[in-house]
């Protein structure tokens, strides 16, 4: 039987701006890979249309600055892409609950390897201090790397 989980999406004032549950497939030191059902209404997004009920394959780290989400369509599985989005690492809680403080800051990548950073303004008119702002910086230039090499971490 698999764990079901809540993960809470929250801003830099720490409030839950997204909720929604995913069951676990997976939990090795130091990261949590789980299964959840896309649970907003069809929305365009980056050339592709995400749909409620989209697959997303989610890997959050609790030692690194970002969290990735592989996303495959509802209707016959097909990879979509990869959306990532940067922040605190991920907390998870005794009670089935993990969290993650989300910085704005996303990256998108296309099947074909294309890559997208999106709301770097939105990034800059956070009140971050320097030592934040560079590793979340820094955790975008990892990520852009291991892409590019063609290494998926955590799948």
């Known amino acids: 039987m698999t764990e079901t989980i809540t993960i809470l ?3 830099l004032a720490g409030a839950v701006t997204w909720q929604y549950s995913g069951h676990i497939l997976r939990r090795k030191p130091g990261y949590l890979v789980l299964e959840a059902l896309f649970n907003l209404p069809d929305m365009p997004f980056m050339g592709i249309s995400l749909k ?15 969290n990735i989400f592989e996303i495959h369509d509802r209707d016959d ?7 990532c989005n940067f922040g605190h690492p991920a907390v998870m809680e005794d009670d089935g609950i993990l969290s993650y403080v989300d910085l704005a800051l996303d990256l ?10 999106l709301d ?8 971050l201090d320097a030592k934040t702002r560079q590793k979340v910086l820094a955790a975008l230039d990892e990520l852009q790397n291991l892409f590019r090499d063609d290494r998926k971490p955590g799948f």
């Open 9 to 11: 999406k929250r801003n």
């Open 52 to 66: 409620m009920g989209d697959r997303f394959v989610e890997v959050y780290y609790t030692n690194r600055w970002y």
């Open 77 to 83: 599985d097909h990879l979509k892409g990869w959306y």
């Open 108 to 117: 998108w990548v296309a099947p074909d390897g294309t890559q997208t950073v």
């Open 120 to 127: 770097e303004d939105e990034f800059a008119a956070l009140n």
